[in-house]
């Protein structure tokens, strides 16, 4: 019963320095989202997924890439790490009831130094 | 454009007591939900309450309700019979329907139970 699947929960980078971010879940679901959450400005959505094979870019894509590997994994690239990019950043699949209930993981708190 | 906005950016109610939180948004789309969300501090995201826009019936969930203004864009959260649990962010969000599902999220309102 994991639902969503995110990784790393905690991540420490030095500026200009790359990583990825792993999303996975087991709901079946067409859509998963990666959003940022800072302090006084909520959850803003970076990229989007609707569905296997397709990206959108969100309100805040700059910085970042993504790749919808298959239906259960979408991953979230920084290639050259900023501090600006220090955040919480959560991955979320879209389904449930009327498939607009957002379930989500449980963040990756990320500092760039 | 889908916006949605939350003007407080923080409230505090005394347990028992309710509390009300407003949202508006605004958006060109005829079906849509509207969707709060709650975040204590363990950061984990759970859904409170959700509301179709085609339904004039006001959701309620427990001690959670909505005031769905339609024609004004305005879809406030209350909470009854307030718990120190209760204490946490709360997000306005909203969504329509179709393939894409864009999920849109407000600045958030964080509230505090006092005992």
């Known amino acids: 019963n994991a639902g969503v699947t995110q990784t790393p929960k905690f991540q420490v980078l030095k500026t200009g320095q790359s990583m990825t971010l792993q999303c996975a879940q087991d709901m079946n679901h067409n859509s998963m989202y990666w959003y940022r959450q800072d302090p006084g400005m909520g959850l803003r959505l970076i990229y989007y997924?609707?569905?296997?094979?397709?990206?959108d870019k969100g309100e805040v894509p700059n910085g970042y890439n993504v790749s919808r590997l298959n239906k259960r994994e979408f991953s979230l690239r920084l290639e050259s790490a900023a501090p600006s990019q220090t955040s919480v950043y959560f991955c979320?699949?879209?389904?449930?009831?009327?498939?607009?209930?957002?379930?989500f993981g449980q963040g990756t708190r990320l500092t760039v130094v | 454009a889908q916006t949605v906005t939350q003007s407080q950016p923080e409230m505090s109610v005394q347990e028992a007591e309710t509390v009300t939180l407003s949202c508006t948004y605004d958006t060109s789309e005829n079906n849509y939900y509207l969707f709060w969300y709650k975040q204590p501090p363990s950061r984990q995201m759970i859904l409170v309450i959700r509301q179709e826009a085609y339904k004039q019936q006001n959701a309620t969930e427990n001690r959670f309700s909505v005031n769905f203004q339609k024609a004004a864009k305005s879809f406030s959260l209350k909470i009854s019979d307030s718990q120190l649990g209760d204490t946490a962010m709360y997000f306005c969000?909203?969504?329509?329907?179709?393939?894409?599902?864009?999920?849109?999220f407000g600045t958030g309102t964080l509230l505090a139970v006092q005992p």
């Open positions: 997924s609707a569905s296997e094979g397709t990206t």
């Open positions: 979320a699949s879209v389904g449930g009831i009327l498939n607009t209930e957002a379930f």
């Open positions: 969000a909203s969504a329509y329907g179709g393939a894409t599902n864009k999920l849109i």
